[in-house]
């Protein structure tokens, strides 16, 4: 019998419509303070109401939307302690990321978490804060690659979606683009290192100035 090629069955409307709304939210054409309509949504993405809101449950559970009863749904905004939890979040899985990869990481992945930097550099210097907080979100994110869990990836894509939001508003808002590049570069310095505890003090220190920023921004 002929072995044909197995067709790959196309993605429920719900993964569809969570990767459109994700999309949508990330690069702030969905915007904070409006009010949307689930139905005016779902026809804007050519969509039934019931896939629509499978994705915006999803979104809900993540903290990146939230239902107003009979009104629709907002894009979540967040308060200090929202931040408190999540920079808390990060201290603990990235420091110890960092730590476990201080002493195998190889010249190759060195030389990429650089290429991330240059394209921040790149994106710094024509304002793009879109593809600045995109290599940023890839720089941290191949820490969890590099440190071969997807467990942890998995957590880590989550409040990466969140801290996007807030980063990109601090970016918005005043420039730290020098003041990030600078943390990041500090970070690969350490690895270079391979010491263990000057790479928890540089990931640390990066966190904690993102934090602050976050919490100044708020705060405005």
Same mark, same amino acid.
């Given at each position: 019998m002929t072995k044909l090629t197995k067709i790959n069955k196309p993605a429920p409307l719900s993964a569809i419509a969570y990767d459109a709304l994700r999309e949508s939210i990330l690069s702030f054409q969905l915007k904070q303070d409006i009010v949307y309509n689930e139905m005016a949504v779902a026809q804007e993405l050519g969509l039934s109401r019931?896939?629509?809101?499978? +994705?915006?449950?999803?979104?809900?559970?993540?903290?990146?939307?939230?239902?107003?009863?009979?009104?629709?749904?907002?894009?979540?905004?967040?308060?200090?302690?929202?931040?408190?939890?999540?920079?808390?979040?990060?201290?603990?899985?990235?420091?110890?990321?960092?730590?476990?990869?201080?002493?195998?990481?190889?010249?190759?992945?060195?030389?990429?978490?650089?290429?991330?930097? +240059?394209?921040?550099?790149?994106?710094? +210097?024509?304002?793009?804060?879109?593809?600045?907080?995109?290599?940023?979100?890839?720089?941290?994110?191949?820490?969890?690659?590099? +440190?071969?869990?997807?467990?942890?990836?998995a957590i880590a894509n989550n409040f990466q979606d969140l801290c996007h939001l807030m980063g990109a508003s601090v970016i918005m808002a005043g420039n730290r683009y020098d003041c990030v590049i600078r943390e990041h570069e500090a970070i690969v310095t350490a690895l270079e290192s391979a010491d263990e505890s000057q790479v928890e003090g540089a990931i640390s220190k990066h966190l904690a100035l993102v934090k602050k920023a976050v919490e100044v921004n708020l705060d405005k």
């Open positions: 019931t896939p629509v809101r499978e +994705a915006l449950l999803k979104l809900a559970s993540q903290g990146m939307v939230t239902f107003l009863p009979r009104k629709g749904f907002i894009i979540s905004s967040y308060t200090l302690l929202d931040v408190e939890e999540i920079f808390e979040l990060r201290q603990m899985v990235e420091t110890v990321v960092g730590k476990k990869i201080a002493t195998t990481i190889t010249p190759e992945s060195l030389e990429r978490l650089k290429a991330f930097i +240059a394209e921040q550099y790149k994106a710094a +210097a024509t304002n793009d804060y879109h593809r600045f907080m995109h290599s940023d979100r890839e720089f941290h994110n191949y820490f969890f690659k590099l +440190a071969d869990n997807k467990r942890l990836l």
